[in-house]
């Protein structure tokens, strides 16, 4: 089925530890995003793209890093994991203006840091 | 303090009844406002999309209402479903950025 995928779905990690989060999407979006959900919180933009090549930071980006190189899939990486990244993380992807096209999200990655 | 405020922040509601979930906001210049729904280990997905000169658009039993002069938005659930159970997201959009509301997570019991 065409949309966003992440995987994986679930992981638990120890303090220090790094470790990527993929996403994949097949609809040829431009925009792609990631996401923090935390309890009693609105989702939380940490790193966008506007296509291939292309990243920049948004409101959440300590701690994470990521690149584009192709249209198709957008790796956020954690470079050194802590407690405070426990979270469920987003991929989001969209037609060009995600503000005017809205998103198309993946189910999420559950990432527990102990 | 998050621009975007949603109430209640739970509520629970016999299959059948009707609800309505309230989304204030204070972003400006004001583009879009979204409702999501997300369902449990699920990410969102788009509900509607309402702009500045609309006031109402329905989809299915999912009827929202936007006031851009009080910068107030409603999502009404009309004969709710088991299925409706789930967290309802209000985005609301300049013309750089989305605000992500906290939620309201809706529970209906049969």
């Known amino acids: 089925n065409a949309g966003v995928t992440q995987t994986p779905k679930f992981q638990v990690l120890k303090t220090g530890q790094s470790m990527t989060l993929q996403c994949a999407q097949d609809m040829n979006h431009e925009y792609m995003s990631w996401y923090r959900q935390d309890p009693g919180m609105g989702l939380r933009l940490i790193h966008y793209s506007v296509g291939a090549g292309i990243t920049d930071q948004g409101e959440v980006p300590n701690g994470y890093n990521v690149s584009r190189s192709t249209t198709e899939d957008f790796p956020l990486r954690l470079l050194s994991a802590a407690p405070s990244q426990t979270s469920v993380y987003f991929c989001a992807s969209s037609y060009r203006g995600h503000y005017n096209y809205g998103y198309t999200f993946g189910s999420g990655t559950r990432l527990t840091v102990v | 303090k998050n621009q975007v405020e949603q109430s209640p922040q739970s509520l629970i509601i016999l299959e059948g009844k009707n609800c309505t979930l309230q989304c204030n906001y204070t972003v400006s210049p004001f583009s879009n406002l979204r409702w999501y729904k997300q369902d449990t280990g699920r990410g969102p997905v788009s509900l509607t999309i309402?702009?500045?000169?609309?006031n109402t658009k329905s989809n299915g039993r999912y009827t929202a209402t936007l006031d851009a002069d009080t910068k107030q938005s409603s999502l009404h659930i009309t004969a709710s479903q088991l299925s409706d159970s789930a967290s309802y997201i209000c985005v609301v959009s300049d013309n750089n950025d989305m605000r992500f509301g906290a939620g309201t997570r809706l529970t209906v019991k049969p």
């Open positions: 309402m702009t500045f000169s609309e």
